[in-house]
C-alpha cells in the first residue's frame, strides 16, 4: 500500500471528469523533458485502455530524438508545427490536463491557446507555487516526478488494473529521469514500491535506461569532450562552476535538441562543487539551466537574476541578452547569493 497523498475530493473530481468527457487534451511543458513526456504518455495510454477515443496530446515544440521511441510518441502532436489543429484541439477539448508545469508561461507560444479555452482544466504537478489558472490543482512538490503522481492518481481511482506495459514503461521513464536515474530527489521509499509494481507490469527498467542514456551521437560526445576541456569555468572560492555554449559552437557540433542534457550536472561530480550553472544561447534567449546539490536553492537563484524557478536542487530560466551579458548576471549572482553564504 502507498500512502495516500492526493486529496480524495481531487480524485474523485479528475474522475468524473475522465468519465464525463469526451475529447480529451493533455499538454505539457515547452521543451519536453522525459518526466513531461512519461507523465503524458503515461495518462495517454491510461485513457486508452480506459476506452477514451479522442484523447491528444500536445507538446509546444519538438521534443529530444532519444525519447521516439516512448510508446505513443508517434502520436505526440508539436504545436510549433502544426498551430491550428493542436489549438483546434484543445479549444474543442471538454478536460485539458496540464502536466508537468505549474504556470501558463511555461507552455510559452500555447499559453493563449491555454488561456482562452473553456474545457475543465486539471493541473498534475510537482513544482512550487502552482499558479491558479486550472479547475483542478493537483500540485505536490514533496512528489520526485509529475510521472510518480499519474502512477498514483491511476491507482487512487482504482483503475490500477487498466494500467498496460505501456503505460508503466512512459511512468517509468518520467520517474528516472526526473530523479537523474535515481540519484537526486530519490530517498522517498515509496518510490521503490512504485517500481516493483511497473516491473510487475513488464517493464524491462535496464532496457530503459539505455534508451534514454545511452544514445548519443559522436558530435554529441565530441561537444561533451569540448565542454568539460575548454568551456567549463569552476568558482573554487564559490563552490561553484559554469559552462556555456553559444550558438556557433553548438552548430558546429550539429545540435539537436536533447543533446546537451545532463551537461549541468557535470561539473557537480567536481569534489567541493555544489551549484553549476550552464548557459546555452538559442535563436530567442539564453537557456539558464542550475544544478546544486545540498541546500543552496538554485529556484530563488533562478528567480531572481534569470526570471525563471523550479525545484531547489533542478531550476531553469531564460535570460533575454547577449551570452556574455549573461555570464556577468551569473556572476554577479554568484558574488551576492553563493552557495557558501547560504544561512540556513
Ligand atoms: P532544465 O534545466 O532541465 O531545463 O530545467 C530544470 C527544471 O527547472 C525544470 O524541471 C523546471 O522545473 C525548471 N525550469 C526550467 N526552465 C524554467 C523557466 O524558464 N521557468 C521556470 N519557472 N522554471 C524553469
Ligand atoms: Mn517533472
Redo the contacts with the bound molecule.
Keep these: 500500500m502507498i500512502t495516500k497523498i492526493i486529496q480524495e475530493e481531487k480524485i474523485q473530481k479528475v474522475k468524473k471528469y475522465i468519465e464525463k468527457a469526451d475529447k480529451i487534451t493533455i499538454v505539457t511543458h515547452v ?1 519536453p ?1 522525459g518526466d513531461a513526456l512519461g507523465s503524458s504518455l503515461g495518462l495517454y495510454h491510461f485513457l486508452a485502455t480506459f476506452e477514451k477515443e479522442n484523447v491528444a496530446v500536445i507538446v509546444p515544440n519538438e521534443f529530444p530524438s532519444f525519447y521516439r521511441w516512448m510508446p505513443g510518441s508517434k502520436d505526440i502532436i508539436v504545436y510549433e508545427k502544426y498551430p491550428d489543429f493542436a489549438a483546434q484541439l484543445i479549444k474543442e477539448s471538454d478536460v485539458i490536463f496540464c502536466l508537468d508545469f505549474n ?1 501558463p ?2 507552455v510559452e507560444k500555447l499559453a493563449p491557446v491555454l488561456l482562452e479555452a473553456e474545457g475543465r482544466k486539471v493541473m498534475i504537478d510537482h ?1 512550487l507555487c502552482p499558479s491558479d489558472f486550472c479547475r483542478v490543482t493537483i500540485s505536490y512538490p514533496q512528489i520526485s516526478s509529475t510521472s510518480e503522481m499519474i502512477f498514483r492518481l491511476i491507482c487512487r481511482m482504482s483503475y490500477f488494473d487498466l494500467m498496460t506495459k505501456e503505460c508503466a514503461e512512459c511512468i517509468y521513464t518520467g520517474m528516472m529521469t526526473d530523479t537523474g536515474s535515481f540519484t537526486y530527489n530519490s530517498n522517498q521509499p515509496e518510490i521503490y514500491v512504485i517500481i516493483s509494481e511497473l516491473i510487475k507490469k513488464g517493464i524491462d527498467k535496464d532496457r530503459i535506461y539505455r534508451q534514454v542514456n545511452q544514445v548519443y551521437s559522436e558530435s554529441r560526445l565530441r561537444m561533451m569532450g569540448y565542454v568539460l576541456y575548454e568551456k567549463m569555468k569552476v568558482y573554487k572560492t564559490e563552490n561553484s562552476a559554469l559552462i556555456t555554449l553559444s550558438a556557433e559552437e553548438l552548430k558546429r557540433f550539429e545540435y539537436v535538441p536533447g543533446d546537451t542534457e545532463g551537461f ?1 550536472n557535470m561539473p557537480l561530480s567536481i569534489n567541493g562543487v555544489s551549484f553549476s550553472c550552464f548557459l546555452r544561447e538559442s535563436e530567442e534567449y539564453i ?1 539558464v ?2 544544478r546544486s546539490v545540498g541546500d543552496f536553492p538554485c529556484n530563488k537563484f ?1 528567480a531572481k537574476y534569470f ?5 531547489k536542487n ?5 535570460f533575454f541578452g547577449s551570452l556574455d551579458e549573461a555570464v556577468a548576471v551569473f556572476e554577479q549572482g554568484l558574488s551576492e547569493f553563493n552557495p557558501n553564504k547560504i544561512e540556513e
Design positions: 521543451s523533458d504556470e508561461k511555461r513544482h549541468v537557456k539551466s542550475l533562478a526570471n525563471g524557478g523550479g525545484h533542478a531550476s531553469g530560466g531564460e
